[in-house]
């Protein structure tokens, strides 16, 4: 393990910038702090405090788009009910397995997830009940193993047509729920540990200053562009953070352990020029991705 000082140095980077992407997106915070952090630290260290951070970023996200509460709530209100299960079940299991193999579970899991959001892969989904609760579950499970779940809600929540102040109601609405009961799992579990502590108090200043920075930053910035691009950076994160945790547990040899990252680094460069190439045949005109738009034809 590294040295205190380069651990935190990188945490209070890595948390700055999540923190300045959930201020514009909404979601974030979690899905681009944990793969980096977890070269760092254990899930059992790192998690209760990204718990207790993100109740009050999630409830500020919340306040700021209560007006689209009344159009989500039945929506999620399956997937809330499908969580209560699985968040005990996460729970139980991130107490009592190795960190090792709960640090591979975390990346095993979420790089196939962002992959796929970033193929912009879309499938109507009709069913609320059908899906949500088992959905839900699932999710609850993840979510207190991982403390991730920004990348399948957003899957689900893009196929089901939400449009934005929807998106982000149901989004944090969902998000302030799991939270919530999963701080209560995590006290019922003993899970709340000194390490966790010094954490925390650096999440609290990097959202402080981050979030509001973010918030601002994303009127001058093309959103969906840099929403890809944050999910690149996402991906090569956990596809540098897979290989090393192979080569921890001894799953594969370095350097070809590292054949994973370079192959998610490929896979989602595809991706990439693929989206932008759509967005510029689908648009004749031109939105620079930082600044104010152009004036004349060019102006979006």
Do not use: H
Not at 47 to 68: D, M, Q, R
Not at 96 to 109: F, Q
Not at 218 to 239: K, N, Q, Y
Not at 290 to 300: D, F, M, Q, Y
Request: aromatic residues 12%.
């Amino acid at each position: 393990m590294p040295s205190f000082d380069t651990a935190m140095i990188v945490l209070v980077g890595i948390a700055f910038f999540a923190a300045f992407v959930n201020g514009a997106l909404g979601y974030g915070f979690s899905s681009l702090t944990v793969p980096l952090a977890l070269v760092f630290y254990t899930n059992r260290i790192l998690n209760p405090a990204i718990v207790v951070i993100e109740v009050f970023v999630n409830l500020y996200v919340l306040f700021i788009n209560l007006k689209g509460v009344p159009a989500v709530w039945k929506r999620v209100l399956p997937i809330l009910i499908g969580l209560l299960p699985g968040i005990g079940i996460g729970a139980l299991a991130l107490a009592s397995l190795e960190s090792g193999w709960i640090k591979l579970a975390t990346y095993a899991v979420i790089l196939p997830l962002i992959l796929v959001q970033a193929a912009g892969w879309r499938r109507p989904i009709q069913s609320r009940w059908l899906v949500g609760l088992p959905f839900g579950t699932t999710l609850g499970i993840l979510y207190s193993v991982t403390t991730i779940s920004g990348p399948p809600l957003a899957i689900l929540f893009n196929n089901q047509g939400l449009v934005k102040d929807e998106f982000r109601a149901g989004l944090a609405l969902v998000r302030v729920a799991e939270l919530s009961v999963t701080a209560l799992v995590y006290y019922k579990l003993g899970l709340f540990i000194a390490e966790s502590g010094s954490l925390l108090l650096v999440f609290v200043p990097c959202a402080l200053f981050g979030i509001p920075l973010g918030a601002f930053a994303i009127r001058r910035l093309d959103p969906e562009a840099f929403r890809r691009i944050c999910m690149s950076f996402d991906a090569w994160v956990v596809g540098f953070g897979l290989s090393r945790v192979l080569i921890e547990l001894k799953l594969m040899d370095s350097p070809w352990a590292y054949t994973v990252m370079v192959v998610t680094i490929l896979l989602d460069g595809y991706l990439l020029y693929i989206f932008f190439r759509v967005r510029r045949a689908n648009s004749g005109r031109y939105r620079p991705f930082w600044g104010l738009p152009r004036t004349g034809s060019g102006a979006e």
